[in-house]
């Protein structure tokens, strides 16, 4: 059976924090994008992560990296105000600044070094922080406990609700003209320079401007464009507790409140697969810890813990090209799609519609895979 053709001005796949910030950024701008999404049996990282939106231990020796992430914390308060008046969904973004909490000597040295690496490599942007000391930490965050040795601060960071901005995304970029099929896996793409037709979910789709925002599903559907976007997983758990009273004003790298009273305890690393499972060793290591920082969490429950996968890049930077056989054809990702929305929706889209990516993210290009592997 044949299938009537639909056409678009883009088609972005991949309905996730990354994918849904494209698409919503292409319709805020009246284009008409078609998000064409696998559905809740895929790897999702939007709907298992951490939901900081953070600065400060991002782009050591890539001053690219940092400014990029800068911006798009500078710009997240108007992002969540705009998705607020178009769908009246709040993200829960807020900018109170936030710490990165030492328990060791050893440990604030490390970040003391790392801050002052990114003060030097920011040049014009200029990059503040403060060191403080476990005295100084206390009267920002009474509640830190006697093994806190003190903490790096930066007023650029934030946190907001992943899930709310997701559904904001989604409900922001229908409102605007876009179209959102669920349940639509890709599985191959019929690709012409600036022209892309697929189908999926039953129908047939066509535009000029193709996105893969598939998160780690943008490895398989790179070659069907000639794209390499060498991403793995890269597990992360995390530990909710029950509601409690507030006593944490601003977001850690480690542990966080959220605006119901949760707490969330998170930051861990390991290269598991594909396995998103929890395991008791990390659950108890970061349990450990946080009770460590903040005692009073010494009695709390634990609600739920739950492992995602990050989508890495082999050098952990976000991968920003378009494809030179498939001009309109683009890839965005990263691993940090939260602290990135506010960047994909307001710029990166503008680029697509633009056709063509700006000198400041010529740094993310794959060109720089290739030039590894033939070194
Ligand atoms: C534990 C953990 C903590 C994190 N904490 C933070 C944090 O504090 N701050 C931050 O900024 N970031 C954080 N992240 C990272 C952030 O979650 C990710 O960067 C972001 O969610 C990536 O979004 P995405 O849209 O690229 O991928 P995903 O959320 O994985 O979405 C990809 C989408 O593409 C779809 N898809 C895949 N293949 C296909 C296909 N062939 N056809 C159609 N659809 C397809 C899938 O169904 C899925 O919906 C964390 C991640 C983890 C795992």
């Known amino acids: 059976m044949k299938h009537a053709m639909a056409e678009f001005d883009a088609i972005v796949i991949g309905g996730g924090l990354v994918g849904a910030a494209v698409a919503y950024g292409l319709a805020r701008r009246g284009q008409k994008p078609l ?33 990029w992430t800068r911006r798009s914390s500078e710009d ?18 807020e900018r109170p600044g936030g ?17 002052a690496q990114l003060h030097l490599e920011a040049g014009e942007t200029n990059f503040e922080y403060e060191i403080l000391g476990h005295d100084e930490l206390k009267k920002l965050l009474p ?17 907001a609700n992943p899930l709310y901005t997701l559904r904001a995304l989604h409900a922001g970029l229908v409102k605007l003209g876009g179209r959102y099929v669920p349940n639509a896996r890709v599985e191959a793409i019929r690709a012409a320079p600036n022209h892309f037709t697929i189908n999926a979910g039953g129908a047939t789709f066509a535009a000029p401007r193709l996105v893969l925002g598939a998160g780690l599903g ?17 597990r992360g758990q995390i530990i909710v507790t029950e509601r409690m009273q507030p006593f944490l004003p601003l977001p850690t790298l480690m542990i966080r409140q959220t605006v119901e009273g949760t707490i969330m305890i998170g930051e ?4 598991a697969g594909f396995d998103d499972t929890t395991s008791v060793e990390i659950v108890h290591t970061l349990a450990e810890r946080a009770v460590k920082t903040f005692p009073v969490l010494r009695h709390a429950k634990i ?17 920003y090209e378009q494809s030179k056989d498939f001009p309109g054809a683009f890839v965005c990702t990263c691993h940090s799609g939260v602290t990135l929305a506010a960047a994909h929706a307001l710029h990166y889209a503008k680029y697509v519609i633009d056709g063509a990516l700006p000198p400041e993210l010529a740094r993310f290009s794959t060109r720089r895979f290739h030039v590894r592997a033939a070194a």
Request: proline share 4%; glycine share 12%; aromatic share 8%.
């Open 76 to 93: 997240w308060a108007e992002f969540s105000r705009e998705l607020l008046e178009a769908t009246g969904i709040a993200s829960g973004h």
């Open 35 to 67: 998000v064409l999404d696998e559905g809740d049996i895929a790897h999702r990282a939007s709907r298992g992560n951490f939901g900081l939106v953070w600065v400060q231990s991002k782009g050591f020796g890539v001053p690219e990296y940092q400014r």
């Open 218 to 234: 943008n490895k398989e559907l790179g070659e069907m464009v000639g794209l390499d976007v060498p991403v793995r997983p890269v």
């Open 99 to 115: 710490v990165t909490i030492c328990l060791t000597e050893d440990e604030l040295e490390k970040r003391r070094q790392k801050m």
């Open 268 to 271: 861990s690393r390991e290269e």
């Open 303 to 319: 609600v739920r813990t739950w492992g995602a996968l990050r989508v890495m890049s082999a050098d952990g930077l976000p991968v």
């Open 143 to 159: 509640a830190i406990g006697p093994d806190v040795v003190g903490a790096t601060y930066t007023r650029y960071d934030g946190h």
